[in-house]
């Protein structure tokens, strides 16, 4: 059974950073693209980041570029969101999804359950 685990959410001050980590069970992340997603309360999840594990390549939504760095850890079957200089506006539910044989992220075959990340002063 596959399952995706997300950890390191947190509430941390805006200008801070957060380390998000996926972890995988049951399967092993070659062939995926991981997304990371996020919803803010009373709005609708929104794309923060996705990378595909066969061929590295990364994207990013506009609102998280040169802020965010999504990366994988073949040995720990892991990816990562490492979060700087994190905004009011980045508070919110943190997921991970998964899709199986694509370097696109959509219509994700797993989800976790989610992280929360609250930022504020």
């Known amino acids: 059974q596959v399952q995706l685990v997300e950890s390191g959410g947190g509430s941390v001050q805006p200008g801070g950073s957060l380390r998000l980590s996926c972890t995988a069970s049951?399967?092993?992340?070659?062939?995926?693209?991981i997304g990371w997603y996020r919803q803010a309360p009373g709005k609708e999840r929104e794309a923060v980041s996705c990378i595909s594990t066969s061929e590295g390549t990364t994207s990013y939504a506009d609102s998280v570029k040169g802020r965010f760095t999504v990366s994988m850890d073949n040995d720990r079957n892991t990816v990562y969101l490492q979060m700087n200089s994190l905004k009011p506006e980045d508070t919110g539910v943190y997921y991970c999804?998964?899709?199986?044989?694509?370097?696109?992220?959509?219509?994700?075959?797993?989800w976790g359950k989610g992280t929360l990340v609250t930022v504020s002063s």
């Open positions: 999804g998964a899709r199986y044989g694509s370097s696109v992220c959509s219509a994700m075959h797993f």
């Open positions: 049951g399967v092993t992340l070659d062939y995926y693209a």
